[in-house]
């Protein structure tokens, strides 16, 4: 199927659209554009289904995706609000193995790493900058939680994240090209890292900058990482001793909050003690618990249904859907490290017998891998795993498929 120089043309055309559509989320004046997505997952699932009876590998990443969809169904039975439940989890069912496939067709069909993520990239930089020059609209700064620069987003936190999803294919492409070809990345890559910035959006910059060094690590670049490690303290030891910079670097980490785990702790709190009433088999998929009321943030009531910001993905799901829904959330990801340290271990062997030195992980791979556990960092901070309708969620997925090939 995909030796078809058509399909090959088809598919790089909807898999960067669909990439787009996710994204278009992020922002009130794009937003209908993501009612596009369940179409172009059709195609796809129609141009690619047969792949994923072919590949074993691919074939089991599906069944434990759907494990985990069907166990979010069974929680319909003591859920406060069943057809909700149900919903949710068949939408989770549907999107999980679309973006798998997505990621897994775009990686086989060898059509440039990552680079599927250019387009929603670029339409987040240039919303950004528009809103930075010209001050539309008038809340660009104030809203949100008004500290920091938010632009069309909703809030600081979903333009950070919205980044955050999307860079990798910026900082990657860099290697690739040579000479004058790289100017126009470097200055996207710029105007991303300086966006980032200003959303001052701690959990998304500090999910980056474990990215990166998870990455050198699993690359074996120490020099880079010994340099880079050096900068930090030479900065760190600037702030410390200017008493000026100290207050702005103070106020830039707490964020007038009184400590800087603050705005956080007043979600993890109540998450908490929601995640011990979830307790084996939590209170239904996208129920949250209605003894448990939280003020001053954004949760809010949908009709007689109350829905509270959750601020952690593990406790949320641990919430909704139980220790077991965890489990069977985390189950994917733990087989393709799984399939992942064989695949390496193949690639030591032949490597050792060509005297060729070896990595933990090959490129692909380990960038992969640097992103998924960046990904999975900032989801402590924000509860998209269980936001079937976030931007974040069908993203994660799609890098799912990406790691079964790379």
């Not at 990439?19 to 009130?28: C, D, E, L, W």
């Not at 193949?346 to 380990?366: K, L, Y």
Request: net charge positive; with cysteine.
């Amino acid at each position: 199927m995909l030796n078809n120089i058509k399909v090959f043309s088809v598919l790089k055309v909807l898999i960067p659209l669909a990439a787009a559509a996710v994204i278009s989320r992020t922002f009130s004046i794009t937003s209908y554009f993501y009612y596009l997505l369940p179409l172009l997952f059709i195609i796809v699932l129609a141009i690619g289904y047969k792949e994923i009876l072919k590949s074993k590998t691919l074939k089991t990443l599906s069944l434990f995706l759907f494990l985990f969809g069907f166990w979010c169904i069974v929680t319909s039975l003591w859920s406060d609000y069943p057809l909700i439940t149900l919903s949710r989890s068949a939408y989770f069912i549907f999107i999980s193995a679309c973006s798998v496939l997505c990621g897994y067709l775009w990686f086989k069909a060898d059509s440039g790493l990552l680079s599927f993520l250019l387009p929603a990239n670029i339409i987040v930089i240039v919303l950004s900058i528009f809103s930075l020059i010209t001050n539309i609209p008038a809340d660009s700064w104030t809203g949100g939680h008004g500290k920091g620069f938010m632009g069309f987003a909703g809030h600081q936190n979903t333009l950070a994240s919205a980044i955050l999803f999307t860079i990798p294919a910026v900082i990657n492409k860099i290697p690739s090209l040579v000479g004058n070809k790289k100017g126009w990345l470097i200055l996207l890559l710029f105007l991303n890292l300086l966006i980032l910035l200003l959303t001052y959006s701690r959990a998304s910059i500090l999910a980056l900058v474990c990215g990166v060094i998870i990455f050198l690590i699993l690359n074996k670049k120490w020099n880079m990482l010994i340099y880079s490690s050096t900068v930090i303290l030479v900065v760190f030891f600037m702030i410390y001793f200017s008493s000026f910079l100290s207050n702005k670097a103070n106020e830039l980490i707490k964020k007038d909050f009184p400590a800087f785990f603050s705005s956080r702790e007043w979600l993890w709190e109540p998450s908490y003690r929601a995640a011990l009433n979830g307790g084996l088999i939590g209170l239904g998929y996208g129920i949250s618990d209605p003894a448990i009321i939280l003020t001053g943030t954004g949760s809010h009531y949908e009709g007689e249904r109350y829905v509270r910001e959750k601020g952690n993905s593990f406790l949320a799901l641990i919430e909704e859907v139980g220790i077991v829904g965890l489990i069977l959330f985390l189950l994917p990801i733990w087989y393709l490290l799984k399939h992942q340290k064989a695949k390496s271990l193949e690639q030591s062997d032949t490597s050792s017998i060509n005297h060729q030195p070896s990595t933990i992980f090959h490129f692909p791979t380990s960038i992969i891998i640097s992103i998924l556990a960046a990904l999975t960092i900032h989801a402590q901070f924000e509860a998209w795993m269980v936001g079937v309708g976030s931007i974040q969620l069908p993203l994660f997925f799609i890098y799912f498929g990406g790691m079964i090939i790379s």
